[in-house]
């Protein structure tokens, strides 16, 4: 955020917001369910704030953030003629190591969880909903809309 410029920012937003719909889109294509669209908020808008950080850094903005104007932002670098790639290679590398840590811890941390049973719900709990069998009652009324907010009903 130190080292890009206003209508980089608004840029960078701008294609936020279409690599998250495309995102969303994808995971109901593959049947992912992410009710809360985590992945493609965290995960895709992620990996794309690493990315546009190594397009977009104005040389300027990082010498009065971090004292150093080389290795700015490919944009900046290749309008100067140069073609530097050493920032958004340095972010795409981030990028393949969070990606790479991320799969190794979850995926050991999936398989023991899945080794004693506890990764997945049975299928009966599934289809009712966890709102009923583990919540003892629906979240929302026969309408859509919400149940006030009654402490006793937890209890």
Not at 85 to 98: C, D, E, M, T
Request: with cysteine; net charge negative.
């Amino acid at each position: 955020c130190a080292t890009v410029d206003t209508w980089a920012a608004v840029v960078i937003g701008i294609f936020a917001g279409l690599f998250y719909l495309m995102g969303s889109r994808l995971l109901v294509r593959l049947r992912i369910d992410d009710a809360v669209d985590a992945i493609p908020v965290h995960m895709v808008g992620g990996m794309w704030g690493l990315i546009s950080t190594g397009l977009f850094s104005n040389p300027d903005r990082m010498e009065v953030a971090f004292g150093i104007k080389e290795h700015s932002g490919w944009f900046y670098e290749w309008g100067q003629g140069s073609g530097d790639f050493r920032l958004l290679g340095a972010q795409l590398i981030a990028v393949l190591f969070i990606i790479g840590w991320t799969g190794v811890t979850m995926g050991a941390y999936f398989y023991v969880l899945n080794t004693f049973g506890l990764f997945r719900i049975s299928p009966l709990e599934e289809e009712v909903g966890m709102d009923i069998s583990r919540h003892k009652g629906s979240c929302y009324n026969d309408d859509g809309s919400a149940h006030p907010t009654d402490p006793a009903q937890f209890a």
